[in-house]
């Protein structure tokens, strides 16, 4: 066990969530010495609720980024939802079920389109995610003619506003779904394949996994969830418009990465991308509660990213260093000959 | 006894004084916060810069907040964790009205202040609307048409249909040229989309297929540019046979287009005036006032109708132009 | 009853016909040899087999039932693995779950059983005698390892037919025997296995039949004891290949380059050595002792901690390839997919890659005609085919590729050449074609430096032979005689 935990640490992914946990809890202890409003009901609520549904696009960012993949739609997915679901209570006059099922399968199938194209035009994802939400914010706007709609019944309000124990029913889904799929990634074979297509896409496919299939599948799991998102906002705002969650894609790619997923697929969990969404939103809460000009914000996550970026980078040249120092250590004993087996690297 | 009656009072009357003494050193410690949809746009530029001075009157801090890039419900997030900072006061512009409804709602229950600027959300409870009656300053534009182009005004007008606060502009415009020349008449209305090129394409036809027309109004921002652009394209940006444009914008292009004469002039909001109004509306209605809110119970007393912060009709030579063009600092 | 028998099969890429009417049979429990230069078909037929590949005709018969694989998995479940030449492990995972891909070890529920697929992997380690740890990391082994837990993943699920393909080229002289013992393990256990390789001393030594292609056709099939290198060699070229190595140096004249004291931190220490006009300098050792790492280190390719150096007496700063370049020190790599060729391009545009210095005319803009001259004539010299310089170098084979990329070196016109593993993959014709041309340039005056994990390549080569061993130089052997033995280079690469 012990030994499992000092190899874990050496892959750094281990002591990149320590290190974030570290800096979101001094971040938050600073921030309660100094308002003394930090840890308040009110503000941990605010706080949670602030970036929930970027966080829930996260997870499903996850599975596309350890596949080696990127999905850049997720952020007009969204208003999508909220604008379907309006449009099939308000306007069609569907009842509360159906509308949400058929909004579902609307962006089930946004998802299906993504990943057809990537696997058939074998173009790189971001351009065809991209693409993909530029014309989704297109169709936004066209159908409402760029303005909100807003009259949901109570029941439905209840999907954003509600709570289940006092708590938020948008953080206990986030909750639910992170556990749910984070142990499904960690443990089931399916979603396995994941690290595999995202270390090696060709040794995947010599090995069997279906690549094409598995990506189609995560794709459609990250429109799901993006989905699901925006039908929850709708109800907690009270309102659908095209301009809800504008660049919400960056803030989920940025917590997947600060996270300590390697952006070019391979590695990463989903407990990583919760402490990211989790940093985000505490640097957001302590640039609003420290009243610093918000200008900077943007900067800080910037910055933040390429730091996470930099560290996972600097982790991995430690090891390979740490592994050099033991070879000139025997360099410089000059010593004997190694073993068959030895580690004999090549950078 | 009486003379401790005295001390008695008179020490209370000092403690009293001191305390109202020390009102503005406690207002120091008061937080205001501006939510705007658009960071970094330089309107809203505008409007904070009115709100920071404003501020600094009463020794108020203030803070903006909002996405940098449009999201009405990324404002709607900041308005509640303003007030869970728990600011005295938030002053917002709606990206969206629908989808400030429930923050604002919640806000004015926690006792937080609460108004619009610029871009309204009726449906909600805020205390009222700081901004222009678009009706109004359509009128203005009317009359100013109207003198312009006296009885033989001939006018186009370039909008975006279903808009009501163009609606408004346009309304007040037809009916301040009726007041200032009886004998003009509006031609026709065409829709530029919001967008330069098509602006430029439309009044193009539209002059062409309306010779008479010797006037264009645009009923909002940069599609002015557009309709200079067309009045040349038909030979008619100079001379006697001149089409007179009439922008609805502050931006600098448009102010300079003013200057070199190739629109008539432009009609002026008051951003700067925006953010001063709602601050003193907030600071006002954080505060309790003799009277109490007549709408909100439990507030400071506000007007209970909406502000108008008017407009000016600018035209060549006004040294507003040059004042606008120079970019508030923050 | 054979275990595999290939009947009739072809397969054409479009136009180009690749495989025709290929017959092939494999008994339990064999070692059977796939031999035949780059370009015969041996990739094609095993991705075939593999069901990586559809074919167009012919049947594939596994112990006796004929079979139609849509995709690997299926071959997999039919018992066939291949082990292929590039490595197919995902560094970030486990060697557990590596091996057990697509084939894991499920509870009820449907979730991997990590206990129990890391025991089952122990046990197949087990079996073929490794000492590796299931739950390392893959990506924390050596290469050597890598390509052996690939051996064990071809395995873990009850293998019938395991194809090696080039199995041992990146493996060093002493993990050759590692593998061979599993691959004895594997045949005594009624396992068959169709080994790839290029060379032709392992070939005799672990198999028991030979099957040779040229051309995408079949030539043959022999029994290894019965047959001998030259029978193998004329199959699988169609004609007498005589002498594989050029003379050595006629005559070697003074000092050119000289260095002192390279170092690179963990890697090499302390490195000497001095290299005169025409002559051809050798380094061998074990993969990992040092001899790339420490060229890449005179380029200053990998940051050097230490080192200097002499070009004619005068000494000299290296302080990245291009400035090498510049002083006429030239670095050809071993791997020349990733860090050699631009693959994307056409000949001219590599040959002339290094040296667009050279090809501006007025105003500095590229002289197009020069180039695409230069490029013919290196296609003539090197023999490249297709003798087109319009053609892309992704699209040529192996051979022919490092062809290029040593006319790439060569047009830079290098005072001192180094080239790393020059015929890597390469097919017999091309190999002795290179030779011959690394033989001419230093007969015309340059210092080549080959370093080689071929021995005998080393000794047919090489004037004088540096031997490396953790990373230092063990032993310098005079060669020009070409007197010197494996057995003594080995002696030095491995003991003190």
Known sequence: MLTTLKKKLKTGSVLQAVGLTVIILLIGITMQVMNGNFLSAANMEVMAMNLIFEGIMAIGMTFVIIGGGIDLSVSAVFPFAEIIVAKLMIEAGLPIFPAVLITLALCLGIGLINATLINVLRVHPMVITMGMMLTLRGINLAITNGKSIAGFSDDFLFL????????????????????????????????????????????????????????????????????IAGIMAAAQYGAAHWSHGNLSELKAIAAVAIGGADVNGGSGNVFGTVLGIAFLAVVHNAFVSSGINTFWYDAVNGLMLLIAILFSKYIERKNARAVLSAKQMKLDESGGYPKANMAEQRA | MAMLKKLVVSVSAAIVLCGIASAPARAAEETYGMVVFLKGSEFFNWAYAGFQDAAKTVGAKTELQGPADWDASAEARAVD?????????????????????????????????????????????????????????????????????????????????????????????????????????????????????????????????????????????????????????????????KVQVMGFAIDVPILQMVERGELVGTVAQNPYMMGVMSFHMLYSAAHKTQFDNMNQPGFGNVPSSDLDTGVAILLKGDAALKTLAKPPKL | MDALQIRNVSKSFGENKVLSDINMDVRKGEVHALIGENGAGKSTLVKIIGGI??????????????????????????????????????????????????????????????????????????????????????GMLSVGMQQLVEVAKAIALNARIVIMDEPTSSLSENEIPDLFRVIRSLRDQGISIIFISHKLTELFEISDRITVLRDGEYVGTVDTAASSSD??????????????????????????FECRGLSLFGRAKDVNFKIRRGEILGLSGLVGAGRTEAMRALVNADKRSSGQFWMNGEEI????????????????????????????????????????????????????????????????????????????????????????????????????????????????????????????????????????????????????????????????????????????IMQKATHN
């Open chain 2, 81 to 241: 964790q303003l007030v869970a900072k728990g600011v005295k006061g938030v002053a917002v512009t709606a990206g969206d009205a629908n989808t400030l409804v429930s923050s604002i709602d919640k806000g004015i229950a926690k006792g937080v202040p609460i108004v619009t600027f610029d871009s309204d959300s009726p449906k909600s409870k805020r205390l009222l609307f700081v901004g222009t009656n678009h009706y109004n300053a359509g009128y203005q534009a009317g009359l100013k048409m109207g003198k312009l182009l006296g009885d033989k005004g001939r006018i186009g007008i370039s909008m975006i249909p279903g808009l009501d606060s163009i609606n408004g502009r346009i309304a007040g415009f037809e009916a301040g040229l009726a007041k200032a020349a009886p004998g003009a008449k509006v031609v026709v209305k065409v829709n530029d989309e919001g967008d330069l090129q098509k602006a430029e394409t439309v009044n193009t036809a539209m002059l062409q297929a309306n010779p008479e027309i010797n006037g264009i109004f645009c009923a909002h921002g940069n599609p002015a540019t557009g309709a200079a652009a067309a009045a040349r394209n038909v030979g008619r940006d100079k001379g006697d046979n």
């Open chain 3, 231 to 256: 029978e193998i060699i004329r199959m699988m070229v169609g004609r007498h290949l005589g002498d594989l190595f050029p003379q050595h140096a006629s005559q070697i004249g003074d000092v050119v």
């Open chain 3, 53 to 138: 590949y559809a074919r167009d005709a012919g049947e594939i018969l596994i112990d006796g039932e004929a079979v139609d694989f849509k995709d690997p998995l299926q071959a997999m479940r039919m018992g066939i693995s291949i082990v292929h030449q590039e490595l197919s492990l995902v560094p970030n995972a486990t060697v557990a779950e590596n091996i057990y891909l697509r084939r894991e070890i499920t509870n009820k529920a449907g979730f991997n059983d990590w206990n129990k697929i890391n025991q089952q992997a122990a046990e197949v380690f087990q079996r073929i005698n490794l000492d590796v740890d299931p739950t390392e990391l893959v």
């Open chain 3, 317 to 488: 700063t290296i302080e990245n390839p291009q400035d090498a370049i510049s002083k006429g020190i030239y670095y050809v790599s071993e791997d020349r997919k990733s860090s050699g060729l631009f693959l994307n391009s056409s000949i001219t545009w590599n040959v002339a890659m290094a040296s667009l210095d050279r090809m501006k005319k007025a105003l500095g803009m590229l002289d197009q005609s020069k180039m695409r001259q230069t490029a013919e004539g290196f296609i003539k010299t090197m023999d490249v085919r297709p003798a087109d310089q319009r053609v892309n170098t992704g699209n040529l084979s192996g051979g022919n590729q490092q062809k290029v990329l040593l006319s790439m070196a060569l047009c830079t016109e290098p005072r001192l050449l180094i080239v790393d593993e020059p015929t890597r993959g390469v097919d017999i014709g091309a190999k002795s074609l290179i030779h011959k041309r690394l033989r001419e340039i230093a007969e015309q005056g340059a210092c080549v430096i080959v370093i080689s994990s071929e021995m005998p390549e080393i000794i047919g080569m090489s004037d004088r032979i540096l031997v490396f061993r953790t990373g230092h130089v063990s032993a310098e052997l005079d060669n020009l005689r070409g007197s010197v033995t494996q057995e003594e």
């Open chain 1, 160 to 227: 954003g506003q509600g709570t289940f124990f006092g708590i938020n029913l948008p953080i206990v889904f986030f909750l639910f779904a992170a556990i749910t799929l984070g142990y499904l990634l960690k443990n089931h074979p399916y979603f396995r394949q994941l690290y595999f297509i995202g270390g090696g896409e060709r040794a995947a496919r010599l090995s069997g996994v279906k690549v094409e299939q598995v990506k189609t599948v995560v794709y459609m799991l990250s429109a799901l969830l993006a989905g």
